[in-house]
């Protein structure tokens, strides 16, 4: 039998976890059914994961590279660029609708479980890195009114997405994908629109 290539395999993992995450929940994610999915050895699946913990880590950064992957294919500049970033971090289609469903039952156990901790940590910094770059992209597009707190905003608007993505997770109940960049929209149109200096 050939063997399968690391990177291949990996990448069958990641697919396999983040399924099994939306199918059967946090409960699910055994290195058994993991490997079930992806039509592997549990064996060969535990050489690579050893530990439930490790298997679990692994999707929150499949989850964050995958993003990040996205976000630097943009080909789109200014203001647009600023807006399709930000949708590359929202439960828009089935493929990040799944990535949001991973990451948010795994945060949650990360409140609660230290060793899983830093995956989460690097994610949530990376979304945050996102906002900040989307509000600095807007500013240098004019699109940022100047008596605005860039640090203040971008905090802001990390709150927004990760309460979209929350929400967007409830449709057909929630926010529909329509509806959810409609609020992403009529936001960071809302920051071109000068506000009183805090003190």
């Excluded at 913990?53 to 993003?67: D, F, K, P």
């Excluded at 945060?107 to 906002?131: G, K, M, S, W, Y």
């Excluded at 100047?146 to 709150?159: C, G, K």
């Excluded at 993505?165 to 000068?194: F, K, M, Y």
Aim: proline share 4%; with cysteine; hydrophobic share 45%.
């Amino acid at each position: 039998m050939a063997r399968i290539d690391p990177v291949e395999r990996n990448a069958l993992v990641a697919d396999a976890a983040l399924t099994v995450l939306e199918r059967d929940g946090l409960a699910g994610l055994s290195v058994r059914k993991v490997a079930a999915q992806a039509g592997l050895a549990p064996a060969s699946l535990r050489r690579a994961f050893p530990s439930q913990n490790q298997l679990r880590a692994y999707c929150l950064t499949v989850i964050r590279e995958r993003a990040t992957a996205r976000v630097r294919a943009l080909r789109s500049t200014g203001a647009t660029l600023a807006a399709d970033l930000l949708r590359e971090l929202l439960p828009l289609d089935a493929t990040r609708r799944l990535e949001v469903l991973a990451q948010t039952q795994l945060a949650l156990l990360a409140l609660t479980d230290e060793r899983l901790q830093p995956a989460a940590a690097e994610l949530h910094a990376a979304v945050a890195r996102a906002c900040r770059f989307a509000i600095e992209t807007l500013r240098d597009a004019g699109r940022f009114a100047e008596s605005r707190n860039a640090d203040d905003e971008a905090a802001r608007l990390h709150a927004l997405v990760d309460g979209l993505a929350i929400q967007g997770l409830w449709n057909p109940t929630g926010l529909d994908p329509r509806n959810v960049s409609i609020v992403l929209d009529a936001h960071l149109d809302e920051l071109q629109r000068p506000t009183e200096r805090r003190r």
